[in-house]
T-cell receptor
Framework: DGGITQSPKYLFRKEGQNVTLSCEQN?????MYWYRQDPGQGLRLIYY???????QKGDIAEGYSVSREKKESFPLTVTSAQKNPTAFYLC???????????????FGDGTRLSIL | AQRVTQPEKLLSVFKGAPVELKCNYS??????LFWYVQYSRQRLQLLLR??SRESIKGFTADLNKGETSFHLKKPFAQEEDSAMYYC???????????FGQGTELSVKP
């Protein structure tokens, strides 16, 4: 069954600690995305990647890092520099068509990150 | 900058009442807009896209270029329609997807 898998479902971070959120897709999609969802603020784009070994910053990239070593994987690291990391994180993917990103996105179930 | 605006954070209606979730966009060119829905404890999923002109779960959305709107409508709301709804264009400006702020729809019995 094709889809996007995010893990873990819940994650706790200690002060000064980096944590990594996993996102895997078996949809053979070219593009992958990370969003942060906060109450009353909708979805905000953190990072996105259109192709392996390449990624771009979104609107709120500070304090986060990503890698795209494989097409199916796009892990997000929340670094200690991110001062307000408590949020719900959503990963998504979409197909590219003729180099134009105009396809709908498929989302994972999300990871809820909290501070200890 | 290209923007999508959902002016209502919360919309509360009674079961059987019509519902309209507003979405306004501000960019040039031919927009292609989507509505996404997030039911409680479920993942965000595509509800409909204007290009297909489909009706999903009784919802429709018409693109109004004159008013730059893409409002989501349903003539008779059901309790199971209670969810968060996001309006979004697809990718633009090099791949960045911009979602609206989202509207929480609450359908009361």
């Amino acid at each position: 069954d094709g889809g996007i898998t995010q893990s873990p479902k819940y994650l706790f971070r200690k002060e000064g600690q980096n944590v990594t959120l996993s996102c895997e897709q078996n949809l053979n999609h070219d593009a992958m995305y990370w969003y942060r969802q906060d109450p009353g603020q909708g979805l905000r784009l953190i990072y996105y990647s259109q192709i392996v070994n390449d990624f771009q910053k979104g609107d709120i990239a500070e304090g986060y890092s990503v890698s795209r070593e494989k097409k199916e994987s796009f892990p997000l690291t929340v670094t200690s520099a991110q001062k307000n990391p408590t949020a719900f994180y959503l990963c998504a993917s979409s197909q590219l068509r003729s180099g134009v990103l105009n396809q709908p996105q498929h989302f994972g179930d999300g990871t809820r990150l909290s501070i200890l | 900058a290209q923007r999508v605006t959902q002016p209502e954070k919360l919309l509360s209606v009674f079961k059987g009442a019509p519902v309209e979730l507003k979405c306004n966009y501000s960019y040039s060119g031919s927009p292609e807009l989507f509505w996404y829905v997030q039911y409680s404890r479920q993942r965000l999923q595509l509800l409909l896209r204007h290009i297909s002109r489909e009706s999903i779960k009784g919802f429709t959305a018409d693109l109004n270029k004159g008013e730059t709107s893409f409002h989501l409508k349903k003539p008779f709301a059901q309790e199971e329609d209670s969810a968060m709804y996001y309006c979004a264009p697809p990718h633009n400006q090099g791949g960045k997807l911009i979602f609206g702020q989202g509207t929480e729809l609450s359908v009361k019995p």
